[in-house]
């Protein structure tokens, strides 16, 4: 019989990974930004064609400007909470997961305990 299990993923950083993230979240960052000024050229075009729903109009899209901008500010502090994070240390990256097989006479608590497997830098570096 086969079963699926969950296994956490954790990454060690490395000064490599610690660019690599800091870029992704840059990326993201400036990807935001530019939703926010399409939304803000969306708007006022929006507010031109349709003068009588000027609250409506704006109500929405200052609702959609302001998810933009939370995500904005989580992302910068993500890239705080990288600064501060010391080489070496782990992070979760996610989970996948695994297909165990099951036989008679397994020891049941052997299976069911965490595991977790360790990347840096790409590599697979431990598997528990």
Known sequence: MKVIKKIKVK???TTQL???LNEEYEF???KLEQECEQ???E???MLQQNPSKKIDITA???????????HIK???YKQQQLDVLPIG???EDGEVEALIELKEGMNWDDLTKERTIMIEDGIIKKLT
């Open 18 to 20: 610690k660019a690599e």
């Open 43 to 45: 708007k006022k075009k």
């Open 28 to 30: 993201k960052i400036f």
């Open 39 to 41: 939304l803000r050229f």
């Open 60 to 70: 929405k899209f200052e609702k959609e400007i302001n998810s933009r901008k939370d």
């Open 74 to 76: 989580w992302y910068q």
């Open 89 to 91: 240390s782990e992070i």
């Open 11 to 13: 990454k060690i950083i």
